[in-house]
């Protein structure tokens, strides 16, 4: 077998401290920290193996990669690969799935903590000086909510949507599931989208992001949710419409958010959300859910077992 050229095209992706696995085949490694969408082209000419985790692969810098067989994304995302043109011209795609299934819904259950217990607003009023002034031994300037007891509506019922489940009944909480926005019927298990919306005193988004479930929460939704509820987005960030909950937050229609994605990222000022990132009933993370140092290893381990399974005659994780 000839020498196999991999690319990866934003190895700082993934943290130095994590190890990757050697390939099992004879292969010219080449990576970049991080790739511009006008490098694209000229980095993966001549490439059979393509690591992609954010930047983006399409038809118009693809053509450029002749002998492209495989493209690994090293995310469970695919929608920065145009996997139709990826299928017309047999470039095998493959995920990574499953890896995140302790630390996501860690994350979710840490941010739902501090949002029902507003940690935020007392560390911003400490800040300020409102406890010093009060001159009392506490001081009540947020609402404390208990989670044991409390309902938490699941929208995505994956292993990360079912993983949150099992921490969320593990501290008390009550769990339902969405049946997808707009469905005649309900399947089993799931109660209505609207009657999630109106029940759960935490949202918490584990779907992907496709057309159908694009701005998901908008300001319809976040209107049927309870004023005492919160939202949690760790799933990703065009499924909730930010500047609508930057409104719904601002006139306290819901409690509080905890956002762990962007529409856009990173995100700059311009966002809704880093505008207004000193709400004190607001968390924001930067897309780091998934982040824990053995989930990323997991998800390395897998990276580099799909591309060795591939070149091997075994593909698995196929995309599409």
């Known amino acids: 077998m000839p020498k196999l050229k991999v ?18 085949f004879e292969h010219q490694w080449v990576e970049y920290n991080f790739t511009a969408p006008e490098q694209v082209s000229e980095r993966i000419e001549g490439a059979d193996v393509v690591i992609t985790n954010k930047v983006v692969l399409n038809e118009s810098n693809l053509q450029q990669a002749q002998q492209l067989k495989l493209i690994a ?10 996997v139709d043109y990826c299928n017309e011209k047999n470039i095998a795609v493959a995920n990574i799935q499953g890896y995140a299934t302790q630390s996501v819904p860690e994350h979710v259950i840490a941010m739902l903590f501090a949002l029902k217990r507003n940690l935020v607003g007392y560390h911003q009023d400490i800040e ?13 300037t947020h609402p404390i909510q208990d989670v044991a007891g409390s309902t938490l509506g699941l929208m995505g ?4 949507g079912q993983a949150t489940a099992v921490l969320a009944k593990a501290i008390g909480m009550n769990v339902i599931f969405a049946e997808r926005k707009g469905a005649e019927s309900c399947r089993e298990g799931y ?13 918490s988004l584990h779907c992907p992001l496709t057309e159908a479930t694009r701005n998901l929460i908008s300001k319809q939704e976040l209107a049927m949710m309870k004023p005492s509820a919160v939202l949690i987005n760790a799933g990703r960030g065009g499924l909730v419409d930010e500047q609508a909950l930057v409104e719904a937050l601002k006139s306290h ?42 989930s990323i290893q997991k998800l390395s381990d897998i990276l580099m077992d799909n591309i060795d399974e591939f070149v091997a005659g075994k593909p698995q994780n196929l995309v599409g």
Do not use: Y
Request: hydrophobic content about 45%; glycine content about 6%.
């Open 7 to 24: 690319v990866f095209l934003d190895r700082a992706t993934i943290p130095s401290q994590i190890t990757l696995k050697p390939l099992s």
């Open 73 to 82: 994304v090293s995310a469970t995302g695919v929608n920065n690969v145009d």
């Open 128 to 140: 300020a000086g409102a406890w010093q002034k009060d001159k009392q031994f506490c001081f009540f």
């Open 157 to 160: 019922s994956g292993s990360l």
């Open 191 to 203: 109660l209505p989208f609207e009657v999630v919306l109106q029940q759960a005193d935490v949202i």
């Open 253 to 294: 229609e819901i409690a509080g958010a905890g956002m762990d994605v962007f529409t856009q990222e990173p995100a700059d000022n311009s966002n809704p959300l880093l505008a207004n990132s000193r709400l004190p009933n607001l968390l924001l993370t930067p897309h780091v859910a998934w982040g824990s140092d053995s």
